[in-house]
């Protein structure tokens, strides 16, 4: 059974960097495209970060581009995301997200591709 397990939340001031950790258990990581998601209260899940599984290709909405990096480790198991300058709009809980084989890049920005999901951690940036 593929387990994603997020770490790295918690609360930070506006300005400040996270970076979240996502490990993966079981399965060939290498082989999988992987995504960061978050879902701010009372709003809606929306993808934040995605990379495909060679590394080669990776995607932002406009929101975090420039503040957000997404990165992996194959080695390790993990994919991370590096967040900078964090504002109080970036609070959510944030989810990481697996899917092993090929796919367009464009359907990574969509939670019900995947295959494998973590249970969140939650950010809160204070103002």
């Known amino acids: 059974q593929v387990q994603l397990v997020e770490s790295g939340g918690g609360l930070v001031q506006a300005g400040g960097s996270l970076r979240l950790s996502c490990a993966v258990s079981?399965?060939?990581?290498?082989?999988?495209?992987m995504g960061w998601f978050r879902q701010p209260p009372g709003k809606e899940r929306e993808s934040v970060a995605t990379?495909?599984?060679?590394?080669?290709?990776?995607y932002y909405p406009d929101s975090v581009k420039g503040r957000f990096t997404i990165s992996r480790d194959n080695a390790k198991n993990t994919v991370y995301l590096q967040m900078n300058s964090l504002k109080p709009e970036d609070t959510a809980v944030y989810y990481c997200?697996?899917?092993?084989?090929?796919?367009?890049?464009?359907?990574?920005?969509?939670?019900?591709?995947?295959?494998?999901w973590g249970q969140g951690t939650q950010v809160t940036v204070s103002s």
């Open positions: 079981e399965g060939t990581f290498s082989r999988y495209n």
């Open positions: 997200a697996a899917k092993p084989g090929v796919v367009k890049t464009s359907r990574l920005e969509i939670w019900g591709e995947y295959d494998y």
């Open positions: 990379i495909m599984w060679s590394g080669s290709t990776t």
